[in-house]
């Protein structure tokens, strides 16, 4: 899919509030001239973080060589790239809340898939954002008034209050799976959206139709001579195809909320490299699979995760245009991918929940240098990089650090490195149960089928 908007032009809120302010801009020239130690303005003022779930170089790297994701390619080119070392064990939810609060999931709360219910020990419930226990980068920010747009996060329904946008992650299960026969009943479930009246202007962009199911057997399986899916979520390209459904959604949803930016922190999040690595490892790996497999599925399938990188590079080329002198633009995600079979989950070939295989992390703009390594990068380290990159102290009380090319003087270089003890300023949720839906069941059977619970 072509976006149909640059985000390229918005200018960033702070450039927008700089205009009035010259003669306070010239002021406080003149204090950091006279002061006996030099602290001019931090050189980033805007940070967009896009997190992919189970991007790894293993599948990227070759396709930057071969041309097949020439976006990715020229970001990676002109920034610093590494591993980005992953924490066990490798649930998506820790992890994204990790990456969001730089603490483990012992401090921020969201340790697994779900949760048994406090009013019924026998019913698990997905865990909520009211949950977790810890500050996110957008509430740090919004608290330091910068503005936040945050589309698809993880665990991040209810929308929180923040200061700016935020679209949860469960956005598609409204219409999306009304459409698919997946929930049974005409209202949509409350709380996907903050400010609460933009879901209106949102949710179209969350159904899909015959049309999107005849585009995603083009994109990725060409050959099928009946390509119509069985609504089965056992099934391999059920799967994929809600996760296509999802992914492109949101890539929509984005473009609009960008229109009603500008923002300094966009965190923007897609899911499918996961889903189809999960799937169809094998055929991209035969020879690391324990059994010959036919040769004609490895034929057609083994280019399925490919594919789906090919469109996570297409669809997010706007964002990462934006990296320049001003604007950090984050590209990472939490593990990567091993060969391996799961419980008995039988249609799992790519694994990483106890394995920890790493996950990568590129960086570009905001004074980065082209071609530099990112060594010993962990998913602690982003929210304290990104406080420090947006001029705020870091909080003691993280688990990571300020990665070394900020923190040595590049960049970010005017700004010392300052500390808080902590964000946390006691203000979050008081209701900290998790909050049960109608969707519960379509989620908890996806992860039972990806062997998550
Ligand atoms: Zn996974």
Not at 179 to 204: I, K, N, S
Not at 424 to 452: C, F, M, Q, S
Request: aromatic letters at 10%; a negative charge; one cysteine or more.
């Amino acid at each position: 899919m072509r976006r149909t908007m640059s985000v390229r032009d918005i200018p960033s809120a702070a450039a927008r509030r700089r205009a009035p302010r010259l003669a306070t801009v010239a002021a406080a020239a003149v204090l950091a001239a006279s002061a006996s130690c030099h602290r001019p303005a931090p050189a980033i003022e805007r940070v967009v973080l896009v997190g992919i779930d189970g991007l790894d170089w293993k599948i990227l790297r070759p396709m930057i060589e071969a041309g097949r994701a020439p976006h990715l390619a020229r970001f990676v080119a002109g920034g610093a790239s590494g591993d980005l070392s992953t924490l066990l064990p490798t649930y998506s939810p820790n992890l994204w809340a990790s990456v969001a609060t730089g603490k483990v999931p012992g401090k921020h709360g969201i340790d697994g898939f779900a949760k048994r219910s406090a009013s019924d020990a026998k019913k698990l419930v997905p865990f909520t954002s009211n949950m977790r226990r810890a500050k996110a980068l957008w509430n740090v920010l919004g608290d330091a008034g910068k503005d936040v747009a945050v589309v698809g996060w993880w665990t991040t329904w209810p929308a929180e209050q923040v200061r700016g946008v935020m679209v949860s992650d469960r956005m598609q299960y409204n219409r999306f799976n009304i459409w698919l026969g997946l929930a049974h009943h005409g209202q949509d479930l409350p709380g996907q959206t903050w400010p609460r009246d933009l879901f209106e202007e949102l949710v179209d962009a969350t159904v899909v139709d015959e049309k999107v199911e005849a585009e995603f057997f083009r994109r990725f399986d060409p050959e099928n001579p009946e390509p119509v899916l069985r609504r089965d979520l056992h099934d391999p390209w059920y799967e994929l195809f809600l996760v296509y459904g999802r992914d492109r959604a949101y890539a929509e949803i984005l473009d609009r909320v960008l229109d009603r930016g500008p923002y300094d922190f966009v965190a923007y999040y897609l899911n499918g490299p996961d889903i189809a690595s999960h799937y169809f490892w094998k055929y991209r790996f035969p020879g690391e699979w324990p059994r010959p497999l036919p040769e004609e599925d490895v034929r057609r399938h083994g280019d399925v995760i490919e594919s789906y990188y090919a469109w996570v590079d297409d669809s997010i080329a706007p964002l990462l245009e934006q990296a320049d002198e001003r604007c950090l633009v984050i590209v990472i995600s939490d593990h990567g991918f091993v060969s391996g079979a799961r419980g008995d989950s039988r249609h799992i070939s790519g694994i990483h929940y106890n394995t920890a295989p790493d996950g990568i992390i590129a960086m570009a703009g905001g004074g980065v240098p082209a071609g530099a390594t990112l060594d010993r990068a962990g998913i602690l380290d982003i929210a304290p990089t990104v406080l420090h990159a947006l001029g705020l102290p870091v909080g003691r009380d993280m688990d990571g650090r300020v990665l070394p090319i900020f923190a040595e003087g590049t960049g970010a270089s005017g700004v010392e490195l300052t500390f808080v003890d902590t964000h946390e300023t006691g203000d979050g949720p008081t209701d900290t149960e998790p909050r049960d839906t109608e969707h519960d069941e379509v989620i908890l059977e996806k992860l039972r089928a990806l062997g998550y619970i």
